[in-house]
C-alpha cells in the first residue's frame, strides 16, 4: 500500500524559510516522479515543483520558480521542498503525490498523479 507522509509545515513571517518533507513507502520510490502542489482556501489545487524519478530534471511553477527547490534522496525514500523568501500568498496546504506511472515526466495537472498525502499546512504572515 502507497503511503505518502508530509511533514515540515509550519507558521512563519514573510521572508523566512521552510523545508517540507515527503516519507514514501509502499512503492519503489526510485523509478517514480513526484510533485509538490499546494492548496489554498477557496482555489483549486495547484503545481508547486516537480522532480524526475532519479532527480535529474526538475520542473517548477512560475510563482515559486528562482524561491523554492526541490530535491529527493531516493536511498531514504524521501523528496524534499525547501522554501525561502516566503511571502503570504504561499499559504496553502502542502501536498506531495506519485506520478500514475514509473518513468513518466513532470506535469502540472494533478488528475496525473496516483497517490497523494495527507498535507502539511504552511502559514505564512506579512
Known amino acids: 500500500q502507497v503511503q505518502l507522509v508530509e511533514s515540515g509545515g509550519g507558521s512563519v513571517q514573510a521572508g523566512d524559510s521552510l523545508r517540507l518533507s515527503c516519507a514514501a513507502s509502499?512503492?519503489?520510490?526510485?523509478?517514480?516522479?513526484m510533485g509538490w502542489f499546494r492548496q489554498a482556501p477557496g482555489k483549486e489545487r495547484e503545481f508547486a515543483a516537480g522532480?524526475?524519478?532519479?532527480?535529474?530534471?526538475?520542473t517548477y511553477a512560475d510563482s515559486v520558480k528562482g524561491r523554492f527547490t526541490i530535491s529527493r534522496d531516493n536511498a531514504k525514500n524521501t523528496m524534499y521542498l525547501q522554501m525561502s523568501s516566503l511571502k503570504p500568498e504561499d499559504t496553502a496546504v502542502y501536498y506531495c503525490?506519485?506520478?500514475?506511472?514509473?518513468?513518466?515526466?513532470?506535469?502540472?495537472?494533478?488528475?496525473?498523479?496516483?497517490?497523494w498525502g495527507q498535507g502539511t499546512q504552511v502559514t505564512v504572515s506579512s
Open positions: 509502499g512503492l519503489t520510490f526510485s523509478t517514480y516522479t
Open positions: 503525490a506519485r506520478r500514475r506511472l514509473p518513468y513518466t515526466s513532470v506535469t502540472y495537472n494533478p488528475n496525473d498523479y496516483a497517490h
Open positions: 522532480i524526475t524519478w532519479s532527480g535529474a530534471s526538475t
